[in-house]
């Protein structure tokens, strides 16, 4: 054996497929035993290899369970099994029995010379051995093997390799979870993008992903590691790119103050491509939690902003008082007051000019706010709030007292009045002018269009 292209192909099979060199020499042990057991071995054998990388030598041992009389089925008792259709699949096939007296658990056995001996002869080679214990012996090294034998030596490297490094992926991604990945679109299958993540290929499915948001082969991006599975075909790994901690996580990257922890982000919310709140909290005194997050001229968050595609994000600052923190939430209007009503609900009130803003497009900012805050927020205006005060408190006197003579008197006097104002300008003799004219605008537009027609139809 050649120990230099033997060492040299074991340490790049290791950086490869990222398995520990233990896992390769075992893998390759447990071949060398199969290999050994096809050529040399017996039915119901089972063989044991060591190999040494320093000297390429192979070593190989059979192995045997100590057994008493207690875990052997005994021929009544298997004819009684066979009778009672009871198969026993191969030769190691155990079966648990509990005794009626003590309730211990038995294992017993089907007896095989090749795999078994008995407590008597196990005492005479070592005398501390005991019931269920292993034993070793040494059989002789083979140098010559067959084509079946290699064969079947290769196929079981393969698989072992294969299945140490699915261990692995599913480790480290498993370790992942909650963090981002950078990642390139390879293709797209329907609903679901498939995407290389290095090592692996994971999945966005449908659900998260951005409305509006369009992928292309070859697409770099950056995506939040929403949950990993082990099935029999490797590690699944499902990517998000709509989860609200992306942005936090983003933030992280971007802000050494977030990663360092002297700024916490506590609450997120979110619509996915179009427009994102977060609330920062400063830990440190004399630390500006969204100039911070800001960044200088605005650099971290636009850089947070490109890799979103474009989604606005309103950075705000957290507060435990749950007013000032329902004003910060619906910046960018200016709340004049906020009232806590009953069932978790606030009333906030801004000027004229701030309703719309407060409110937002199609309710968008007052949505994102109630999310952020966990309140029912409901927002009205300075002047309509007191336009209700008002007619609550007319309401009141109206009920309470009655109408005078005076009052009365000069309603109907107004009442006249206002019809002839009504009748007067009902018949402007500058509009029977405007009436007359209006037709006969509209029917040389008419003749026009017909003339057009006409010329399309011909040419």
């Known amino acids: 054996m050649d120990l230099k292209n033997f060492a040299s192909a074991i340490s790049q099979i290791c950086e490869e497929k990222g398995i520990s060199r233990e896992k390769v020499i075992e893998s390759i042990e447990t071949a060398l035993a199969a290999a050994y057991k096809k050529d040399y071995g017996e039915k119901g054998q089972m063989v044991k290899a060591k190999l040494s990388p320093e000297t390429g030598e192979a070593k190989f041992w059979q192995v045997k369970t100590a ?39 038995i294992r017993k056995v089907r007896f095989n010379q090749e795999r078994h001996i008995m407590m008597e002869d196990a005492l005479k080679i070592n005398p501390k051995i005991k019931a269920g214990e292993d034993m070793e012996f040494a059989l002789v090294q083979k140098k010559d093997y067959g084509r079946i ?12 390799i294969r299945e140490a490094e699915r261990e692995t992926i599913f480790g480290e991604y498993k370790s992942k979870e909650g963090q981002i990945v950078s990642g390139v679109v390879q293709r797209i299958e329907g609903d ?20 509006g948001e369009f992928y292309k082969p070859g697409q770099r991006l950056k995506f939040y590691i929403l949950s990993v599975d082990d099935n029999p075909r490797g590690p699944a790994v499902i990517l998000s790119r709509a989860y609200p901690k992306l942005i936090s996580r983003l933030f992280e990257l971007e802000v050494p103050e977030i990663s360092a922890g002297q700024v916490v982000v506590r609450s997120i919310a979110r619509e ?28 971290r968050v636009m850089a947070v902003i490109s890799e ?31 009232k806590l009503l009953e ?18 497009k199609d309710g968008q900012n007052v949505r994102l706010a109630a999310k952020l805050t966990g309140w029912k927020i409901n927002v009205k205006s300075v002047n309509e709030e007191e ?10 006197d109206g009920d309470s007292a009655p109408l005078s003579d005076d009052h009365t008197e000069n309603h109907t006097k107004e009442k006249p009045e206002e ?21 006969k605008k509209n029917k040389e537009k008419k003749k026009q269009k017909k003339n057009q027609k006409i010329i399309t139809n011909l040419q």
């Open 67 to 105: 057994v008493d009389g207690s875990m052997i089925y005994s021929e009544e008792e298997l004819e009684a099994l066979k009778e009672k259709k009871v198969s026993l699949a191969g030769e190691g096939l155990e079966k648990k029995t509990e005794e009626e007296g003590g309730g211990e658990e």
């Open 419 to 439: 019809k002839k104002i009504e009748i007067k300008e009902e018949k402007p003799k500058k509009e029977k002018k405007v009436k007359k004219e209006k037709p």
């Open 343 to 360: 069932k978790n609900k606030a009333l906030c009130l801004v000027p004229d000019d701030q309703l719309s803003l407060a409110i937002g």
């Open 149 to 160: 034998a290699a064969q079947t030596a290769k196929q079981v490297i393969l698989q072992k």
């Open 272 to 299: 996915p491509g179009a427009r994102s709140k977060i609330a920062v909290e400063s830990t440190e005194q004399g630390i500006d939690p969204i100039g911070s997050a800001v960044g200088q001229r605005g650099t």
């Open 192 to 211: 679901n993008i498939f995407i290389d993540i290095g090592k692996t290929l994971a999945v966005l499915p449908r659900e998260e992903q951005v409305y």
């Open 308 to 338: 979103l595609g474009g989604e606005k994000i309103d950075i705000i600052e957290y507060s435990e008082k749950p007013e000032e923190f329902i004003a910060n939430a619906l910046s960018p209007a200016k709340v004049v007051d906020v």
């Open 387 to 396: 336009a209700e005060k008002g007619k609550e408190k007319s309401v009141e």
